[in-house]
């Protein structure tokens, strides 16, 4: 990290008062935490991790030498393409060849148990029987089941999230994740 920034963390999605730091940047590493700023303090200026990262350019990314990777765009992020491009960007400066899912950036429909759009009418009819109620509380074999279906669009490859939902429910349907940020910063 370059010298010279004043950067405090708070925890993910609990912002306690942010009022004095108005003439700040907030980084978030997840929509869910820009909202919640927005919703707290609107004046705030936010920018995604990952647009900070894509525009340091004395950033050193890993070479992951043309490994194929899913990439698991999240619902929370459909609309901000600032971050969903910058994550591509990263992506891309890692020399990953990126798996596109039909359901990607603006028309993402994926967030874990948070947001999920059933793609088989059986799963349809079992939600339903729930009366829609939240993903997560439903039996957690149905809610297995959603995940495998999403899990099942990666056909084995590696699927790389910037949420952590989305990390938790492919790891429920026993898919391979990774997280961004693990990737970028050569954690895992």
Not at 22 to 35: G, I, P, R, S, W
Not at 132 to 142: A, D, I, T, Y
Not at 154 to 174: E, M, P, T
Request: aromatic share 8%; glycine share 4%.
């Amino acid at each position: 990290m370059k010298q010279g920034f004043n950067i405090n963390h708070t925890k993910c999605c609990r912002i306690e008062d942010l009022s004095s730091l108005k003439d700040f940047t907030a980084l978030t590493v997840c929509q869910a935490c820009n909202e919640e700023i927005q919703r707290k303090e609107p004046t705030i200026q936010r920018m995604s991790i990952w647009e900070f990262i894509d525009q340091d350019s004395n950033f050193i990314f890993p070479d992951f030498k043309g490994e194929k990777m899913v990439l698991q765009d999240c619902f929370r992020d459909a609309q901000n393409p600032k971050a969903y491009n910058a994550v591509r960007s990263i992506m891309i400066k890692m020399n990953i060849q990126i798996i596109e899912l039909d359901n990607k950036k603006e028309n993402a429909d994926f967030c874990g148990l948070l947001h999920y759009e059933p793609k088989n009418n059986k799963l349809k009819d079992l939600w339903n029987q729930y009366d829609n109620c939240k993903l997560s509380r439903l039996p957690l074999e149905l809610q297995k089941q959603f995940m495998e279906e999403q899990v099942a669009l990666y056909k084995d490859n590696l699927a790389v999230c910037c949420h952590n939902s989305c990390l938790r429910g492919i790891k429920l349907g026993g898919g391979n994740r990774i997280h961004l940020l693990d990737l970028v910063m050569q954690t895992k």
